[in-house]
């Protein structure tokens, strides 16, 4: 990609909406959008969409990322962690799971942050990052905590998996969770939909960005999910959820919470969606979409 010319990148990853945004005066929400039209071939194909590519920063006594963000975001992404760091260092950089929108920029961080950590299932990422000394490769299992000092980050395994060594975390304080893959949701290309959240839209516009869920590659239509659900309502039941944060998503709070959460689930239990929907009319994975 660092061979690709400048404005071709910056067309497929864009940066609109008013990111990074301090959500929170400890959540920092940092990223962009895959955007369709960026994409060789398909500047012509309507709608043009978005799907989010988001990372977060939680500024706890210490900081941890939530994800690296997506590889072809690091030109602005960088700038992004530094006006949300305020000078501070990053501590920790959760990995998720090893695909490039989650985890792409982990070598990048770790250069520019020479003290911070990885921590998640690290089995095997000495193999993508040998330049990583290794006593920087956390590794954490279900359960597992890590202590920022006012709040703990529980790791989870995750319910619905892109990969064997997907987990999921949990802010303890904020009872926030970065659930990797699940609650990602594709928008229409517009300018007011990528920086902002469902509680700040209007009804209309809260109910359209939730009709295209982008969803782990688990075979959600191929397995019974009434399992997976009951799992994901008992772990809440452990976890309770205030925030939702993914790699895909604004993060999602306050009125519209549980009513998101509940179509989602419902979804799954009855008619799941097939990988990506990107395209109206086209229920195909989106070969612009860079989830994965
Ligand atoms: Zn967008
Ligand atoms: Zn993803």
Known sequence: MPDLPKDVIQKAYV?????????????????????????????????????????????????????????????????????????????????SHQEIPHTGNLGRLL?????????GDVRDYHLFHPEIALDRLVMMQHGDRLDLGDREIVFLDAIWKDLSGTLWAYDT???????????????????????????????ALAAKSLERPALPFTGMRQRDQG??????????????????????????????????????LHALETSPPRFLQSDAGDHGRDPGATHG
């Open 15 to 95: 940066v609109r909406g008013g990111l990074p945004r301090l959500v929170l005066p400890d959540l920092a929400w940092v990223g962009g959008c895959s955007n369709s039209a960026g994409w060789p071939g398909r500047a012509n194909v309507k709608p043009v969409t978005h799907e989010p590519c988001m990372a977060y920063v939680v500024l706890g006594q210490k900081t941890i990322m939530f994800d690296t963000g997506h590889y072809g975001l690091w030109y602005s992404l960088e700038g992004q962690l530094e006006a949300m760091l305020q000078g501070r260092p990053l501590d920790y950089v959760f990995v």
């Open 111 to 119: 250069a520019k942050y020479p003290r911070a950590k990885a921590v």
């Open 173 to 203: 304080k904020r009872r926030l969770i970065f659930s990797a893959d699940m609650f990602g949701y594709i928008h229409l290309a517009d300018d007011h939909v990528c920086g902002t959240m469902l509680h700040e839209m209007d009804e």
């Open 227 to 264: 399992a997976r659900v009951a799992a994901f309502r008992r772990l809440m039941a452990q976890f309770p959820v205030e925030i939702v944060t993914s790699g895909h998503t604004a993060p999602i709070m306050g009125p519209r919470l549980q009513p998101a959460i509940e179509q989602l």
